[in-house]
Structure formats: structure tokens, C-alpha cells
Nanobody, 124 residues
Framework: QVRLVETGGGWVQTGNSLLLSCATS????????MAWFRRAPGKDREFVAV????????YYAESVKGRFTISRDNTNNTMYMRMNALKPEDTAVYYCAASSAVVVDSREEFYTYWGQGTQVTVAS
């Protein structure tokens, strides 16, 4: 059974940082591209960042470029996202997702496995 579990969310003030983690089990982590998505209150889920299976390629949404950094540890089957300079508009539930394809993609339908999400709240 494949499991993706996000941790690290919380409440922070504007300008602060958080580190999200996505621990996986039941899949060959090193053969999956991994991504972060988020859903803000009243909005559709949107792409945030993706990292290729070997970590060689990353891609970010324009809204987070330069502030967020996605990374992965294939030894520990875990993906991370460091979020710096957080803004109130970053408030959302953050989801990790996994795809067995060998390319990076920002479309939700590209991803097979999803976590339950972790809440990030940024106060102004």
C-alpha cells in the first residue's frame, strides 16, 4: 500500500519560514517524480513545485520561485520543501504527490499518489 504523509505545516507570521516533509512508503521512491500542490481556501488546488526522480530537475510556480526550494532524499524516501519569506497568500493545505513518469509536469492528472495534506497558515 502506497502512503504519502506530509508534516511540517503550522501557523507562522509573514516573512517566516517552514520546512515541509513528505515521507513515503510502498513505492520505489527513487523512480518517482515528486511534487507539491496546494489548495487555498475557496480556490482550486494548484501546482507549487516538482522535482525529478533523481533530483536533477526542478520546476516552480511563478508565485513561489525564489522563495521555496524543493528537495529530496532518495535514501530516506522523503521529499522536502523549504518555504522562506512566507506571505498570507501562501496560506493553504499543502499536498505531496508522486508520479512514476520520468519527466516533470505541473498537471494534477500526471500524479498517481497523493498525501492527505498539511495546513500552512501565514498571518499578516
Amino acid at each position: 500500500q502506497v502512503r504519502l504523509v506530509e508534516t511540517g505545516g503550522g501557523w507562522v507570521q509573514t516573512g517566516n519560514s517552514l520546512l515541509l516533509s513528505c515521507a513515503t512508503s510502498g513505492l520505489t521512491f527513487s523512480r518517482h517524480s515528486m511534487a507539491w500542490f496546494r489548495r487555498a481556501p475557496g480556490k482550486d488546488r494548484e501546482f507549487v513545485a516538482v522535482i525529478m526522480w533523481d533530483g536533477s530537475t526542478t520546476y516552480y510556480a511563478e508565485s513561489v520561485k525564489g522563495r521555496f526550494t524543493i528537495s529530496r532524499d532518495n535514501t530516506n524516501n522523503t521529499m522536502y520543501m523549504r518555504m522562506n519569506a512566507l506571505k498570507p497568500e501562501d496560506t493553504a493545505v499543502y499536498y505531496c504527490a508522486a508520479s512514476s513518469a520520468v519527466v516533470v509536469d505541473s498537471r494534477e492528472e500526471f500524479y498517481t499518489y497523493w498525501g492527505q495534506g498539511t495546513q500552512v497558515t501565514v498571518a499578516s
